[in-house]
Structure formats: structure tokens, C-alpha cells
């Protein structure tokens, strides 16, 4: 069943008065939690676990219950929750007997950015890279923007911040609807796919949700999409039809802001760009992969269309960092490069792998690989399979999907059956502490490892290193103690909690019913 939100109206963020956020160490929460203390807001929280995350938002006097209790409520206004927390979840439901204000998280942001230019970036790929370049991009011109993202941007050194100037920057997440509650004067969607369709139920429907998106774009300001993406082509000519200021980038031909000349390399990504046919230089981003120049390009647009120096877009583009688990360097050890790379749709999986195989150049690469929830790789298996069959071996453990019952013959048994490759260069994992040590048997010096997938494996990549390094100093690799069960048994809780564009289940956040075997968007 689809969540219904209240759309964004006149209601500030200071109108909330003491808010408390259930599932506060989700990505997605964390964000909203840190801009309204930046705010001098008083904000809680509650959690189950003690994330390394929380102690900045102690740092800036949010207070943290590490437990979920209705006294956790005593003093509070308004109470935030994530599509990950259940409707009987006992605060919530104690938030309500009160009388208390109850708002979903996008509504809650929706309130910190009424009275500022939204900047609102959806779409099923690319979404917190798209938001953290054109975060970066307004920074660089000086206009101090506002901004909750769903990852944290290393050079930023956070995903959320209260500035002083009138540009707010938001992920908008299709995952649940809630994109449409905000009222952005720019909309940028980077692309339509198919996913999320356990909330749209098939793809006219997804794609109609996103016409609605940029259709509560303000009529003075600017609808952003890619002219190479046949979703986004669709979306265009719909909303010109309509009389909308659509504006497209891309390498078509009939792209307003158009890219030539794009060379990928390890070292990272250059291209062209001109705007009806006049040349507005070369772009370089130090991180690998053409689509990142599409994603930039993105950001550039949206510089020239709200008249900030290019120059600007230039240089931010140059230094960016990269945004955690969207192809983050975790380090090397014993000559093996590992990544971490929070891809699990089949087109931004095989996006992710050639960059990669660029990265290993005359290396091997291999993938261990969590898939995100089993409706996905029930419904795209074949796809998933083509995909991981990029990599020279696979590792593959069982699927993350909270809340769902598996069926006979789903998971990833039936997957790794699937993936085109000899039978000693795959491997399905039953438990998390054999996946370092099958990776530490396997790689060699020069090889390039990327952890893949749902939330949880995120955490894999210093034990992968540590296995790496026990065989350097040449001990056998041993097991590690399994921070993150893969296939809870039915009923059981797994890690949940919030993330901006994912499927509402998440590292931190509150314990969410798991199904027989445990997003982004």
C-alpha cells in the first residue's frame, strides 16, 4: 500500500517546535536531523544501535535514545518517521494517541525548505552523485546553499547543511512517492527505469509519477532531464507539449546542453560541452565512468540556467570527490584495490563494472555482490546475472530484503545458477564471514574487488582488507564476526532504518520485521 503525504505548503521548519526522529541513524534521517539542529531546532532521536554517525548530532545537542520508548516522546512537538518504520511501531503509535504532529521525513524537509529555491533531483540512477555535483557546483559560486543528501560527499564532509543563501539542494526519492510532495523551482530528473515497482505496480505508472514530479516544478523555473535516456526523451516531449521550460543534456544531437568528446579513464572523465552550438569548454571530473560526465552535466545545466559563473561548475567539478558507497575507494592491501559501490539495478550495476574494468586495466576484477530485495532479483534476474558476468569472478551472498517472505526457488542460489561464467569463478556465500575469505583465496596482486549492493555490505570492505592482510603476513585469512545477519530467519529482526532513494530499509534506523532472507534508489 502507498504511503499518501501531505503536500508542501506554508508550514517552516521552525513551525515544528521540538521534533523526534524515530530510526534517527538512518542516512536519510541523519540529514534531517543535523539541518534542523544546524537550525536551532531542539531535536531527538531513537535508534537501536549506537552508529558512529550519532555522536555529531550529540556534537550539535541532539539528544539519542538508544532504545525505542513512548517517554522518549515527553516534551516533544513533532515526530518524524521513514517509510522503513512500520505504522504499529509503538512511538509512532504513542506520537498519535498524544496528539502529537506526525510527519513523514520528506514532509519534513518539505517544511525546512519552504520560503528557498528547491533544487530537487530525482530519477532511477545517479540521484545523490547528480545532487552532490550540483551541491558542490553552487558552493563553488558562493551562494552557501542548503542541502540534505542521501550520502555524504567527502569533500563537504557531510550529506546535510544549513546555509545562508536561498538555494536549497535535495534528493527527492521515488521509491515511496514522497518526491511529490515537494514544490522545486528546478527539477532534475537523471533518468526513468523500471524499479520500485512493488509501490507502482508497472512501469506506466512509475513513469507518470515522475511527470507528476516535474509537473510541481514553479512555472519561472527549469525542468532538467537526459536526452539520452529513452525515459527521460518521453518525459521531455510530454512536458514540452505542455508548454513546460524543459531543457535536456546529453550526447545527442538534439540535446540542449550537448557532450562531445567524452574520454573515460582510470584517472577519471573529460568531455565538450556546448549549449546551441556555442562552446562552453572542457569539464573534468577526477572520478571515472562516462555516466559521471552525464551526472555533471547535470550540474552544469543547472549552473547556466540559474545564470552562476561556469567557472564555478569548472572548478567544482574538477575536485569532486565522490560521494560514499558510489564508488569509494576503501584501500589496498597485498596489491589488491578494493571499492565499495552501492549499485543494485542491473543498468547501474553494468555502469559501475566497466568502470571498474577500466580501474583494473590489465588486473582481474571481482565483485562481491548483496543483492537488494527480492522482487528486484526475482524480476531481473537475467538482467543482474549479465551484469555480474562483467566481473572474472563472482562472490555472491544471499539477497537483503527485509520484510519479505521468500518463495521457493528466489534468492540467490537461483541467481549465481544464472550468471554466465565457470563454476570455480562464482561462488554463492551462506553466511558473511566466508565472503573475506573466499576473496582473500582468490585475489591476486593487481586485481581490483568492489563490495556491491544492498546496504549491509558496505560494511565488508575493511575485512575484506584485514583478510588481505593476514595473508600478506602470511597467515590464512581468518573469519570475521558477522555484523550483518544476510538470511535472518522469517521474523527476525534486520538492520533498517531510512535512506534517501532507497527501498526504506537501511543501515541504522530501527529494527523492521525481516523476511527469510534480508534503496539506492
Known sequence: MTAQFTPAGTLTAEDLGAVHLIGVGGVGMLGVARLLLTRGIRVSGSDLREWPSLAGLRALGGTIHLSHEVTNLDGVDTVVYSSAIPQDHLELVEARRRGLRVLHRSEALAAAMTGRRAVAVAGTHGKTTTTSMVTMVLQQAGVDPSFVIGGEISEVGSGAHHGTGEHFVVEADESDRSFLIYRPYVSIITNVEADHLNTYGDYATLEAAFVEFARLTDPDGFIITC???????????????????????????????????????????RYLAAIDGRSLGEFRLPVPGRHMGLNSAAAVLAAYLLELPLEAAE???????????????????????????????????????????????????????????????????????????????????????????????EGSAALIAAVDLPADRKVFVESWEQAPVEVARRARSGDVVVTMGAPPISLMGDELLAALGERTAGSAPTATVDPVATTPAIGDPVPGGTTSGGDGAALGGTAVPGGSAPTAG
Not at 526523451?233 to 546542453?257: M, N, P, Q
Open 227 to 269: 536526452a539520452d535516456d529513452p525515459g527521460g526523451r518521453r518525459l521531455a516531449e510530454s512536458l514540452r507539449s505542455e508548454g513546460r521550460r524543459v531543457f535536456t543534456y546529453g550526447e545527442a544531437a538534439d540535446a540542449d546542453l550537448r557532450l562531445t568528446e567524452i574520454v573515460s579513464s582510470a584517472r577519471g572523465v
Open 315 to 409: 572548478a567544482a567539478l574538477a575536485v569532486f570527490p565522490g560521494v560514499r558507497r558510489r564508488f569509494e575507494r576503501k584501500g589496498v592491501a597485498d596489491g589488491v584495490l578494493v571499492y565499495d559501490e552501492y549499485a543494485y539495478h542491473p543498468t547501474s550495476m553494468t555502469l559501475a563494472m566497466q568502470t571498474l574494468r577500466e580501474v583494473a586495466g590489465d588486473g582481474r576484477l571481482i565483485v562481491v555482490f548483496q543483492p537488494y530485495r527480492l522482487y528486484r532479483t526475482r524480476d531481473n534476474q537475467a538482467e543482474i546475472a549479465e551484469a555480474l558476468a562483467i566481473a572474472d569472478e563472482v562472490v555472491l551472498l544471499e539477497v537483503f530484503g527485509p520484510g519479505e517472505l521468500r518463495q521457493p526457488g
